[in-house]
């Protein structure tokens, strides 16, 4: 439903809209009855967040006349920032919107939970605190991912999990050149499978794509394409992990995975236009 989403905000006075998940669900009783979950990912601190959130919630109770339930994951690196209402009030009119709202730097002091956990979902989270943490230091990001990535297998997955898992870990946890070299020939030493799959896949389309952006480095239209790319790689590698998880039926699986790799496709074929173009 991303794309009823999309519609509804693209007129909205707040700006751009960028939205991660829009799904519908339906309650185990089986109940007829059903509401619009509105899941936001927020990466950095933003003022016009809670009015953003606001906007969406009216918006689709506008349109669909259902329970809108809005959930926001604050996946920023600042400890003070966790906005969860949205206020205005005039003339002794008041609006109030609540929402729940999971910050996962707060997971640092769940550390040992998380570690000790058997819901992927640890891992990810897990991922996304050493990524924050090593942002400036690119040594101890190598060595933080090679040991997330080689707990993997003392965690009880299946094979496919733990690839899927491996897969979010490397798209978020990125390395220079010269590390990414490093940890390659670590992982490819110690796990066969991630080496079989990782070497003949994930490492072939790096390059791939890495060669892109080198065409594309300083020009900003390209870099912001880059970072587009980027994102729906790490959208299509989490709804992998959800579907080997049991997360997502597959039905769900396949409505949402279509059209991100319909997108990537676009991407990949605007950009060999480009190319073509420019030759």
Known sequence: MDKELSKITTD????????????????????ETWVLLHIEVQGQPQDIFPE???????????????????????????????????????????????????????????????????????????AHLNMLE???NHEQRLNRKIELTQK?????????????????????????DDLTKTFNETISQNNEVLKM???TTI??????EARLDAERRGEIRGEKRGEDRGKLIGQIALLDMMRQNNTLQHQ???????????????FNDDTKSSRKRNT
């Not at 506008?62 to 003070?80: F, G, K, T």
């Not at 769900?252 to 676009?266: D, G, K, R, W």
Request: one cysteine or more; hydrophobic letters at 45%; a positive charge.
């Open 52 to 126: 953003r959130m606001f906007t969406y919630a009216t918006r689709l109770r506008d349109r669909y006349q259902l329970m809108v339930v809005s959930l926001a994951i604050l996946a920023d690196d600042d400890p003070n920032w966790c906005p969860s209402k949205f206020t205005e009030e005039l003339w002794g009119c008041r609006k109030l919107f609540e929402f729940p709202v999971i910050k996962l730097l707060d997971y640092h002091d769940k550390w040992k939970d998380l570690e000790t956990s058997d819901n992927p979902f640890a891992v990810v989270v897990m």
């Open 134 to 136: 090593t942002k400036n």
């Open 152 to 176: 993997l297998y003392g965690m009880g997955y299946s094979e496919d999990k733990i690839f899927a898992l491996f897969r979010f870990i490397d798209w978020l946890m990125v390395l220079p």
């Open 197 to 199: 799959k990782y070497l």
């Open 203 to 208: 490492e072939q389309f790096a390059l791939k």
């Open 12 to 31: 909205a006075k707040t700006g751009i809209r960028y939205v991660d998940k829009l799904v519908k669900v339906w309650r185990k009783n089986g109940d």
């Open 252 to 266: 769900q699986y396949e409505q949402m995975i279509s059209p991100l790799y319909i997108q990537l496709q676009a």
